[in-house]
């Protein structure tokens, strides 16, 4: 997928004028809090603690990272003793060339696929339908994105951002139907449409193409977490099976698999289990009724390698839950779109500069209100606010801020070297933002920053320095 996260501001602003998608988010947002919330409590019901499993969680996936191609070699020796093949990708052409390989090799012409976030780094579907395959996306969020011509624009919800109606009408115009009455669309009905349409493609493509959400060493098998039963017939129904995923999903035994899955649907969605847990091992064997003739893993390196044994090691324990979207400001004030890549919100704020060059997406790493919402739900404990601190200071160490910017960090850098000009210019500016705000405290329009009053008002400040305030209290104490 073509990066346009250089235009993440353009983007916001676009957005956040967007009422149909500010109505979606608004819908969403408390449904993803609300429910993870419940989630996590009922762990104690089950006599376990959050923070004790997020730490276990923490420690097995870095025991993972930090012997990465240890945990490769072996998952790779497991799952060609299944009967798999194991390939490697370098980056996203790579990826393309080798699935379409797969591919010609087999006689394919139609792919379904289950979400592989992937293959929308290497821009996979575009490669397919210009070799001649026809890609089918089975999700039915991804299903919907596709139908109109768009990206996901969450990592589990990817048609987060579409209200009832768009969906109502995209399904008329592609499933070449009549558009129903505004009251009779309902999501059932939608949903059962799609799935009509869907069995089709299931019964009628060659190759099925999925990502992973963990691989597991110990037995060399994919395991997939799922809602809805797509990744099942994307699996088993087809005569080819491709798994494409990052290097940095292997977990070394079942155990770790299980830990791990206390947490992962919990904090997606909420859910004790999602509705389809599935460990898929080599190919169909003789006597079996269904399974893939063909399973071809494609391990994909694409910036990852890159990451390790650097000060964003961390982020690679991420296992793409989506609540740290969900739980952020940010993302939910300007949707996943705004983002310009494959990951929104502030896992994607710390990816996508790492994956597609600090210099590609200026604005991200000041996406954040640094209020760390993301990294308190994080089930791997990443320190999302500390990498997003960490990539601002490796911008302005390779003089990556805008000269303004620049000149006004020097300029304060200058004053705070002379604590009594300081002083003086901070008590100025204190007694000037009060009389600003007025009889009310409040200031409705600041012409330095206007963009923080642009939305709402700024609370002014008291009058009185923070100086002023600790020497009156302590002569009061003495
Ligand atoms: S960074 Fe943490 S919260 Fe965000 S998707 Fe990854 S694991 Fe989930």
């Not at 290097?247 to 070394?252: A, D, M, T």
């Not at 009389?435 to 330095?448: D, M």
Request: glycine share 10%; proline share 5%; charged share 20%.
């Amino acid at each position: 997928m073509h990066s346009q996260a250089m235009f993440f501001r353009a983007r916001a602003d676009e957005r956040v004028d967007n009422p149909v998608l500010q109505r979606a988010l608004a819908k969403a947002k408390p449904l993803f809090v609300g429910k993870r919330a419940k989630g996590i409590e009922g762990l104690a019901d089950d006599g376990m603690e959050f923070e004790a499993l997020r730490q276990a969680a923490a420690a097995i996936r870095n025991r993972v990272v930090d012997d990465l191609d240890v945990w490769l070699e072996i998952f790779e020796e497991r799952a060609r003793a299944t009967g798999a093949e194991v390939l490697w990708a370098r980056d996203g052409k790579e990826i393309c060339q080798l699935v379409i390989d797969v591919a010609r090799r087999h006689g394919v012409t139609k792919a379904v696929k289950s979400k592989s976030m992937l293959s929308e780094e290497a821009s996979l579907n575009e490669a397919l339908a210009g070799a001649g395959i026809r890609p089918v996306e089975t999700d039915l969020g991804e299903y919907i994105v596709q139908l109109a011509g768009e990206a996901p624009s969450h990592i589990i919800a990817p048609a987060v951002h579409k209200t009832l109606a768009e969906v109502e009408a995209l399904f008329a115009c592609h499933h070449g139907r009549s558009p129903l009455p505004r009251t009779a669309a309902d999501i059932p009905a939608l949903a059962g449409e799609a799935r009509q349409v869907l069995r089709q493609h299931f019964l009628s493509a060659e190759m099925g193409i999925s990502g992973a959400n963990f691989l597991i060493a110990e037995t060399g098998s994919a395991a997939l977490v799922t809602n809805e039963g797509n990744g099942r017939m994307v699996t088993s129904l087809p005569k080819v099976h491709v798994v494409i995923t990052g290097i940095e999903k292997i977990v070394p035994t079942l155990e770790d698999f299980a830990t791990l899955m206390r947490l992962l649907p919990r904090s997606a969605t909420g859910q004790t289990i999602s509705n389809y847990v599935s460990l898929l091992t080599g190919t169909r064997r003789p006597g079996e009724a269904e399974g893939a003739e063909k399973t071809v893993y494609i391990l994909v390196d694409n910036g990852r390698a890159g990451l390790l044994g650097s000060p964003w090691q961390d982020m690679l324990r991420c296992i793409r839950c989506g609540a740290c979207m969900n739980h952020c400001p940010v993302y939910f004030s300007v949707g996943g779109h705004a983002y310009g890549w494959v990951y929104p919100g502030p896992m994607g704020s710390v990816l996508t500069p790492l994956y597609t060059g600090l210099e590609n997406a200026l604005d991200l790493p000041h996406a954040s209100t640094g209020c760390n919402q993301c990294g308190a739900v994080c089930p791997v404990g990443i320190p999302l606010s500390r990498l997003l601190h960490d990539l601002r200071e490796a911008q302005v160490a390779r003089g990556l801020r805008p000269r303004r910017e620049r000149l006004g960090m020097w300029a304060w850098g200058r004053l705070a070297r002379w604590p009594g000009l300081y002083r003086w210019c901070a008590r100025r500016a204190a007694r000037y933002l009060a009389w600003l705000g007025g009889a009310e405290g409040r200031i409705r329009v600041f012409g330095l920053a206007p963009g923080w009053t642009a939305g709402r008002d700024l609370p002014a400040p008291s009058g009185r320095t923070f100086h002023e305030l600790h020497s009156s209290r302590q002569t009061k104490i003495g």
